[in-house]
């Protein structure tokens, strides 16, 4: 079985990417498959955040929550 990379792992080997498109020394074969490994990776990256902001949210109104429970008007 793959071990999933971590987000870390991911930013890296896009911004890899992104250097190696730059550089034009691809050819345009090259430079497609890594064109589409990057947005494969962006996809990735933004569910990897998607899902991180969702468990902010849920932490944040828990906290806001409790918050007004304990110190609100009474």
């Known amino acids: 079985m793959a071990?999933?990379?971590?987000?870390?792992?991911m930013l890296t080997k896009l911004q890899d990417i992104l250097s190696n498109l730059e550089t034009d020394d691809l050819n345009l074969?090259?430079?497609?498959?890594s064109y589409?490994?990057?947005?494969?990776?962006?996809?990735?990256?933004y569910k990897i955040l998607d899902s991180?902001?969702?468990?902010?949210?849920?932490?944040?109104?828990?906290?806001?929550l409790e918050f007004s429970e304990d110190y609100g008007d009474k």
Do not use: C, Q
């Not at 071990?3 to 792992?9: A, I, Q």
């Not at 589409?36 to 990256?45: C, H, S």
């Open 52 to 64: 991180y902001e969702a468990k902010i949210s849920i932490i944040k109104d828990d906290k806001e």
């Open 29 to 33: 074969e090259e430079s497609m498959k």
């Open 36 to 45: 589409e490994e990057g947005v494969k990776l962006v996809n990735k990256i």
């Open 3 to 9: 071990k999933k990379e971590s987000y870390e792992e």
